[in-house]
């Protein structure tokens, strides 16, 4: 089997420690973190918002390393400019008409494309990259993990609160992108060749410059050998994020096994799959998912232990299985999205609610 590399970014809120508000780092965080982590940080349009980014990783173990590090330096970072650091889908009460925009010819452009549909896109997420052996590969095993996409989404759930409000979803984050073009779950494609015919007529034809302007929940990255899974809220622990990565690699390497032996997982319908996004959007794991085979509706905590009787197979090859596990876990406590509620519900304040993110966030950092 190969060794399906791992990438994972993680997006986090910097946030005013008395208020509880959204606050500017004014890239003072990117500009002291690039003296030791180089690449692996940078600023985002809003400028309340900082993005850390791993090394290639080969095993899980790697990234929970990587992970656990930058989370570790952009706290430290964070704490010298009187700053602490947030990890949730949205913030729950600031609004994104009062944050500052980042100097930076490629935002200027976007703004000027998209106006106040990237104005409000203030939102944080978690991408994670697998590694593939070709991109005709990649798209198979694409065309069928898209299936698992809403059982994944549903796991990292962790965006209840909007401007204020209780929003009634457990993952509002993905409502806000859905205002973006070229989001959602993406079309089957037969070929690397037919992806490439489609990114290069946007191209041509003046939609976008490159392939990153693709923004589905999960893509063929257009620079590197990766498959991209971008649909997850950033959660709150590092345990949470290791876990969705692993469980992300597994269903890779299933899917490439399948292939080799000249089997496959049976692909669907877009507007299918995106049934159960909406699903795992609004309720989270506490709902119902179609299972499309059945035909019939079943308890997402059901499929959820159906996905890990899926890659039981690979996980001990990947050296991946405690990680995987650990979504026993999260079925056990909840999602962020649960947990913050939970926090709302018993104190009634969303300050408080902001105080456990941050706590959270450092969870597991020595």
């Known amino acids: 089997m190969p060794v399906f590399t791992l990438g994972i970014e993680e997006e986090f809120q910097t946030i005013d420690p008395s208020s509880g508000e959204l606050r500017s ?17 940078k600023a ?11 090394n290639v990783c080969n095993n899980i173990q790697d990234a929970r390393q990587e992970v ?19 990890a949730a889908g949205t913030h729950p009460f600031s609004d994104w008409q009062e944050q500052l925009i980042t100097p930076n010819e490629r935002y200027d452009r976007l703004i000027e494309e998209l106006r106040d549909v990237a104005r409000s896109n203030l939102i944080f997420g978690l991408h994670v990259h697998v590694g593939i052996e070709s991109r005709n590969e990649g798209i198979q095993i694409m065309n069928a993990v898209r299936y698992f996409l809403p059982h994944i989404y549903a796991l990292s759930t962790n965006s209840p609160f909007w401007r204020g409000r209780n929003t009634g979803f457990k993952s509002y984050r993905s409502k806000v992108f859905d205002k973006f073009p070229r989001t959602g779950i993406p079309d089957f494609f037969s070929s690397a060749a037919e992806y490439d015919e489609y990114i290069n007529l946007l191209v041509k034809t003046g939609c976008i410059d490159n392939g990153k302007k693709i923004w589905w929940d999960i893509r063929l990255h257009p620079f590197f050998d990766t498959i991209e899974f971008r649909i997850c809220d950033v959660p709150m622990r590092i345990d949470e994020t290791i876990c969705l990565a692993a469980i992300m690699q597994a269903l890779v390497a299933k899917i490439y096994k399948l292939h080799k032996q000249n089997l496959n997982f049976r692909p669907y319908r ?10 795992a959007a609004r309720y989270g794991i506490e709902g119902k998912l179609i299972d499309f085979g059945k035909q019939e509706e079943v308890p997402t905590h059901h499929l959820i232990h159906e996905l890990l009787n899926f890659i039981d197979d690979v996980v001990d090859d990947l050296g991946s299985r405690a990680e995987c596990e650990y979504v026993l876990k999260i079925l056990e406590m909840g ?13 009634n304040n969303l300050k408080s609610v902001v105080d456990y993110i941050v706590q959270e966030t450092s969870y597991g950092i020595q």
């Open 68 to 86: 656990t590090y930058l989370r570790k330096m952009i706290i430290e970072l964070a704490e010298k400019q009187n700053l602490k650091i947030a």
């Open 335 to 347: 999602t962020g999205a649960d947990r913050q509620i939970a926090v709302f519900q018993q104190h």
């Open 270 to 279: 877009r507007i299918l799959i995106n049934e159960n996004k909406w699903r």
């Open 25 to 41: 780092h004014m890239s003072k965080i990117v500009d002291g973190g690039q003296i030791v982590l180089q690449e692996r940080v």
């Open 44 to 54: 985002e349009m809003h400028q309340a918002v900082v993005e850390v980014g791993t």
